[in-house]
């Protein structure tokens, strides 16, 4: 055997995406403590699957240097009050709490959530009672996220006591909900006393996805059944889970259909670590509403946390037949799972339209995936390619050294030299 077919493509799978998701809740930076999972086993030909990443959070614009004449004084910073409406294009507010998020030069961060009248109200930077989405937790921690569009996408918690006029060049805010498009307000340009009602954001249903965030099952529970609900919905982001479950058993009893109720009940059980409670309350969603997006995902995150690839594989494939657009990660994991049960096709396919649909570059290590992919296919230009995509991206990574060991014995291959014997 040569060393070529035992290259490994370094990367841990780690707690991948264990704590993602939810219109109003998920478990990571910033909320509970996602569950840690086992780096799954390599594949019999010896490679190692990657994960995807995101863009490092980037910083304050800096400090001014003292040697700086023409910047000695810097910008006042101030607080940033904004305030506004998200609506439906079809008329009315959604029927579910919507994620309000700013987004500079590409990166997104959740700043607040809608009211049940589809308003909202906050302080700029003072997100601290938001619940951030594991799809931004960093990629070397081995916890990368699931989902872009329509998801908490988000850059971790707030702590600015205030932003100058310069922090918010290039920023925008937008609503964020699966199987809907946003309308885009700018902040470049915004002064102190400039009025802070942004005035009505409109979101504009998606024509090509069937699945839902907004549970049609859901809104026919009856009262008891929905103030148990929110009751248990406000503890759970709280952190206060064991009080949450009480009282979301409590809707579900009431109200057996209520999607929601189920999905946030599996919430709070695979926070205390009882994966098989949660994966029944996820199937209850399902049930309840075959269209519920977001049960599908926590599915699939489950399944990968078990190494379970065939069910990865069938719930990701789901997914993306729901909603082919808001959720490149999907395609991401529909890849890794198809890529260790040797279908190579579907998994290069996958793979190829996670990279079109991430237009932020958060999966970072996703050339590193297809590379693995490729060179299965012998295709060794083709891989290589890959593999020199991903060190210009993660040039510095932790395992940059090793794939750069990689690429040159894939180039030799490539080259038409044959490959050193395995020692």
């Known amino acids: 055997m040569t060393r070529l077919t035992r290259l490994r493509v370094t990367l841990s799978l780690a707690t991948a995406i264990a704590g993602s998701f939810h219109p109003a809740f998920s478990l990571q930076e910033g909320g509970a403590a996602a569950p840690s999972a086992p780096a ?25 240097s003292p040697n700086d004449n023409t910047n000695r004084f810097p910008e006042m910073q101030r ?82 006591a205030g932003f100058s006029e310069r922090d918010l060049m290039g920023c925008d805010i937008r609503a964020s909900l699966a199987g809907f498009r946003s ?43 929905k103030k148990a609900f929110d009751k248990g919905h406000d503890l759970l982001k709280k952190k206060k889970v064991p009080e949450a479950q009480k009282e979301l058993e409590k809707a579900v009893e009431l109200y057996p259909q209520f999607a929601t109720a189920w999905f946030d009940l599996g919430l709070a059980r695979e926070i205390q670590k009882d994966g098989e409670g949660a994966r029944k309350a996820y199937e209850q969603a399902i049930a309840s509403d075959s269209k519920y997006l977001y049960a599908y995902r926590q599915m699939v995150g489950l399944y990968v946390k078990e190494q379970k690839w065939a069910e990865v594989a069938e719930i990701s494939g789901k997914l993306v037949k729901l909603d082919p657009v808001d959720f490149p990660d999907a395609h991401y994991y529909n890849s890794v799972a198809n890529y260790y049960l040797k279908n190579y096709d579907v998994a290069e ?28 296919k012998q295709d060794y230009v083709g891989a290589a390619e890959q593999i020199r995509k991903y060190l210009s991206v993660l040039p510095a990574g932790a395992d940059a050294e090793n794939v750069k060991k990689q690429l040159a014995e894939l180039e030799r291959v490539a080259g038409g030299t044959k490959p050193e014997p395995e020692q």
Request: glycine share 12%; with cysteine.
């Open 349 to 376: 396919k996958s793979i190829r339209e996670a990279q079109k649909l991430d237009t932020r570059n958060r999966l970072q290590k996703s050339s590193q995936l297809l590379g693995a992919i490729l060179i299965e």
């Open 40 to 64: 799954p086993s390599a594949p019999s030909t010896g490679t190692t699957l990657p994960s995807p990443g995101r863009t490092t959070t980037p910083g304050r614009t800096p400090i001014p």
């Open 183 to 225: 309308d885009v307000i700018s902040l470049s340009g915004r002064r102190m006393f400039d009025n802070p009602d942004l005035g009505t954001i409109i979101l504009h249903r998606l024509g090509n996805v069937e699945g839902v965030t907004i549970s049609a099952s859901s809104l026919g529970a009856p009262k008891d059944a």
């Open 79 to 160: 607080p940033v009050f904004l305030s506004g409406r998200v609506m439906l294009d079809s008329g009315g507010a959604p029927p579910d709490q919507v994620v309000i998020e700013r987004v500079c030069n590409g990166n997104p961060r959740a700043e607040a959530y809608t009211d049940s009248k589809g308003r909202f109200s906050f302080q700029l930077g003072q997100n601290n009672g938001m619940m951030q989405d594991a799809s931004m937790s960093s990629a070397d921690s081995g916890a990368p996220g699931f989902g872009t569009g329509g998801s908490r996408n988000s850059m971790g918690i707030g702590s600015n």
